[in-house]
């Protein structure tokens, strides 16, 4: 079966650090480019991070840039977002999300369960 | 950055009604467009891409149209498993944008 599965969420305090990880299996890992992306309670889906294939193109969304670092081991078929100095408008429900591009469009076809992160003293 | 607005943001239907739900980009992202569908507590699942191809498994009742920076979703006819979030996203440049969603309720 196809999966993702998130871990390494929890309560952080505002400016601390916090490492997310995302166990693939199923496919084919190191073919495919990753994503995170987050969803704040009540709030839509925000994309924040992608890391191509072979890591020689990483992207950031602004919220996050300077802040959080995403990464990947294609032998161990894991994704990794370390998130420093976090805020409280970090708080929310963290996804991986596998990107599948076919014919020259892409889109996210697999998706984690989500990984909870609160940012709070 | 490509901006995506969603209307409505709300939508009340009934069982049976056909809903279409537009997507406008703030620049032209060709077909560059993914419909997901979000259900309380879950992760999205994709229900269209490039703008028109239904991924396998979704019903037929789901269609999607539109090139440039117009795009629709359209549900034939509602079922009661359909009642959910609605979000599109553009995947022509970064950063990949969502729209802001369109909860669809039952009347």
């Known amino acids: 079966e196809v999966q993702l599965v998130e871990s390494g969420g929890g309560l952080v305090q505002p400016g601390g650090s916090l490492r997310l990880s995302c166990a693939a299996s199923?496919?084919?890992?190191?073919?495919?480019?990753m994503n995170w992306v987050r969803q704040a309670p009540g709030k839509g889906l925000e994309w924040i991070s992608y890391i191509s294939n072979s890591e020689i193109i990483i992207n950031y969304a602004d919220s996050v840039k300077g802040r959080f670092t995403i990464s990947r081991d294609n032998a161990k078929n894991s994704l990794y977002l370390q998130m420093n100095s976090l805020r409280a408008e970090d708080t929310a429900v963290y996804y991986c999300?596998?990107?599948?591009?076919?014919?020259?469009?892409?889109?996210?076809?697999?998706w984690g369960q989500g990984t909870l992160v609160t940012v709070s003293s | 950055d490509i901006q995506l607005t969603q209307s409505p943001s709300f939508l009340s239907a009934s069982v049976g009604d056909r809903v279409t739900i537009t997507c406008r980009a703030s620049?032209?992202?060709?077909?560059?467009l993914a419909w997901y569908q979000q259900k309380p507590g879950k992760a999205p699942n994709l229900l269209i891409y490039a703008a028109s191809t239904l991924q396998s498994g979704v019903p037929s009742s789901f269609s999607g149209s539109g090139s440039g920076t117009e795009f629709t979703l359209t549900i034939s006819s509602l079922q009661p498993e359909d009642f959910a979030t609605y979000y599109c996203?553009?995947?022509?440049?970064?950063?990949?944008?969502f729209g802001q969603g369109t909860k669809l309720e039952i009347k």
């Open positions: 999300a596998r990107r599948d591009c076919r014919r020259g469009n892409c889109q996210f076809d697999i």
């Open positions: 620049q032209d992202i060709s077909t560059s």
């Open positions: 996203q553009q995947l022509n440049s970064f950063p990949y944008t």
């Open positions: 199923g496919f084919t890992f190191r073919s495919y480019c």
